[in-house]
């Protein structure tokens, strides 16, 4: 079964402490690997697309990383600006009419 | 660029009624799925339209129904109401065959 987990649920930071979130994953064939951001009561905002292990991709103060297993997304000098969850998201290889499978989030907050 | 728009932004139904939920698409994107985002849980992916048909479906019953217009805006209705439909649905569009979505900020059913 196709399944996204993210750790950890939440995290806090102090203002400029860089920190990684993780999102490990199996799917049958991956087709791509989405980050999103979500502020309180909102849409999601879409922030990366990976499509291959290897890949890299940033910006400002967020860069997205891919292995075969799991991705990372690392925040380096946050600011509080940057508190919101987290979701990351991955779509299989297989014709799903454009599903994807969610992680729960991470819940990040950054203090001044 | 207008960006995805969803209405009502919330409301609030007693269990056993019908609703409808409304989706204008991004300009220039004829792809429109919907999600379902329980509190604290990543979004579940219920459905998805293209080219005015069904493209995909996850999980969900079929008191769940959905339509996409030759404008390529879509509604979302949900009959015989249950308690556990409340939560935040969530549009996103995409060009056919990319797999970006932009999603709304979504419409908070509360079912009483």
């Known amino acids: 079964?196709?399944?996204?987990?993210?750790s950890p649920e939440a995290l806090r930071l102090q203002e400029g402490e860089?920190?990684?979130?993780?999102?490990s994953y199996t799917v049958s064939g991956l087709r791509g690997l989405f980050w999103y951001r979500q502020d309180p009561g909102k849409g999601p905002e879409f922030l990366f697309t990976l499509y291959s292990a290897g890949e890299e991709k940033e910006k400002e103060r967020l860069k997205a990383t891919l292995t075969k297993k799991e991705s990372f997304l690392h925040i380096t000098a946050p600011k509080p600006e940057d508190s919101a969850t987290y979701l990351c998201a991955v779509q299989a290889g297989y014709n799903q009419g454009g599903k994807l499978i969610f992680g729960q989030g991470t819940?990040?907050?950054?203090?001044p | 660029e207008t960006g995805v728009t969803q209405s009502p932004t919330h409301l609030i139904k007693t269990r056993g009624q019908q609703v409808t939920l409304r989706c204008?698409?991004?300009?220039?994107?004829?792809?429109?799925?919907?999600?379902?985002?329980?509190?604290?849980?990543?979004?579940?992916?219920?459905?998805?339209?293209?080219?005015?048909?069904?493209?995909g479906r996850g999980n969900f019953p079929p008191r769940f129904s959905g339509l996409q217009f030759p404008n390529y805006s879509s509604e979302l209705n949900?009959?015989?109401?249950?308690?556990?439909?409340s939560a935040l649905y969530l549009c996103a569009s995409s060009i056919g065959?990319?797999?970006?979505?932009?999603f709304g900020e979504g419409s908070r059913l509360t079912v009483l």
Do not use: M
């Open chain 2, 97 to 102: 065959g990319q797999s970006e979505l932009f």
């Open chain 1, 1 to 6: 079964e196709d399944q996204v987990t993210q």
């Open chain 2, 78 to 85: 949900v009959n015989a109401l249950e308690l556990d439909d």
């Open chain 1, 107 to 111: 819940e990040l907050s950054v203090k």
């Open chain 1, 18 to 23: 860089s920190s990684s979130l993780n999102c």
């Open chain 2, 24 to 55: 204008s698409s991004q300009s220039g994107h004829n792809t429109v799925s919907w999600y379902q985002q329980a509190l604290g849980q990543g979004p579940q992916f219920i459905f998805q339209y293209y080219r005015e048909e069904e493209n």
